[in-house]
């Protein structure tokens, strides 16, 4: 249920940025998601297998998707740590910080269109 | 603020790469701003209550009316995927409930909100409540233009379960350890779980309470009035 409310936003998303003729042109989309958003990328790819056999607008089009780690900005330190296990400490300085720079974002990062 | 920031990078061959960095939630959050300028103009304190199915948000609710109707306006939307059960139970204790049925969709959307927000007369409410769909996984990606996100963590489903959904507990404000008067029947670490919560979220404030026995009750009371009364200063 999610996964397919986020591939519709996705797609009115990019009708509402590039207008619906451009779409016709549209080759790959490259989303970003973080591991705190939620999104399992195998199952928005299943997600999104579905919706293009609903919508041929999109048959022809790729997703390629990127998860990226969780990262957090220790103020004190100027430091960035890896979150391990969800424990969100600074690994310079051990203190807590709730920082997050990387890890949340569910982004679309870059589409590729053809353009005859 | 719906603007994009589009650079159109060197064609490769006839492919033209556009970045883009939309975030896929753009449409909501925009509501969600909406919403919160909304309720800064009427000065209404906005609480989204979060939480799994079963943990005990309406029974929270229906404790919170009874002890707060008389000091202060406040209602509560409430959603869920289905039937208006819970809304009923709210009114039973005499305060304003409308409820958001999803129809099979898992948590509550800006949207949503924002189309019932009118049916409610902000004007003259100190406090509304959105009694999120119990679910503590899609709900905490969406802002609801709320001030505070409260989460309930029943003694009954095990003391292990922030770790297990971080991102709900990174984003809370408060959490309430609710169901209390179990814990001596239950193997549940109050200890154990705050430990968990702040290794996520430093900040995360922490009320034990019962809606039964009403143990910390008065806390929690203590604790919305208090916020209702900053909401009204600035």
Redesign the interface.
């Known amino acids: 249920m999610h996964e397919t409310s986020i591939i519709n936003s996705v797609a009115r998303t990019l009708e509402m940025e590039f207008g619906e003729e451009r779409i016709h042109s549209l080759e790959r989309i490259f989303l970003k998601v973080g591991i705190l958003s939620n999104i399992e990328p195998r199952l928005l790819m299943n997600a999104f297998e579905a919706f293009q056999q609903t919508y041929p607008t999109f048959s022809k089009v790729s997703l390629e998707i990127e998860s990226t780690p969780l990262v957090i900005h220790c103020a004190e330190c100027d430091v960035d740590s890896e979150v391990q296990n969800y424990r969100f400490v600074c690994k310079s300085c051990g203190q807590p910080s709730k920082n997050v720079i990387q890890g949340e974002e569910m982004l679309i990062h870059k589409v590729e269109f053809n353009d005859e | 603020m719906m603007s994009?920031e589009?650079s159109s990078k060197a064609?490769r061959g006839?492919?033209?790469?556009?970045?883009?960095?939309?975030?896929?939630?753009?449409?909501n959050d925009y509501v969600a701003e909406i919403i919160r300028s909304k309720m800064k103009e009427t000065s209404t304190l906005l609480i989204n209550v979060t939480s799994s199915a079963g943990s005990g948000k309406t029974t929270l609710m229906q404790k919170t009316a009874q002890r707060l109707k008389d000091k202060l306006k406040l209602a509560v939307m409430v959603g869920d995927l289905e039937t208006e059960r819970d809304a009923d139970r709210i009114r039973q204790t005499g305060i304003f409930a409308l409820q958001i049925v999803t129809g099979?969709?898992?948590?509550l959307e800006a949207q949503m909100v924002h189309q019932i927000l009118d049916q409610f007369d902000l004007e003259n409410l100190d406090l509304l409540f959105i009694e999120n769909v119990g679910n503590l996984?899609?709900p905490?990606?969406f802002d609801l233009g709320e001030d505070y996100r409260v989460t309930l963590m029943a003694t009954t489903e095990g003391d292990d379960k922030p770790?297990k959904y971080?991102?709900m507990f990174?984003t809370s404000d408060l959490m309430l350890v609710s169901k209390a008067d179990l814990l001596p029947y239950l193997p549940f670490s109050v200890e154990a779980v705050v430990k968990d919560a702040?290794?996520?979220?430093?900040?995360l404030e922490v009320i034990q309470l019962s809606s039964l026995n009403e143990e910390g009750i008065d806390e929690w009371c203590e604790w919305l009035l208090a916020k209702v009364q900053e909401k009204k200063s600035t």
């Open positions: 994009v589009k064609a006839n492919v033209q790469c556009e970045n883009t960095n939309i975030h896929l939630l753009k449409a099979g969709i898992c948590h996984v899609c905490s990606s770790k971080p991102k990174l702040r290794e996520i979220n430093h900040e």
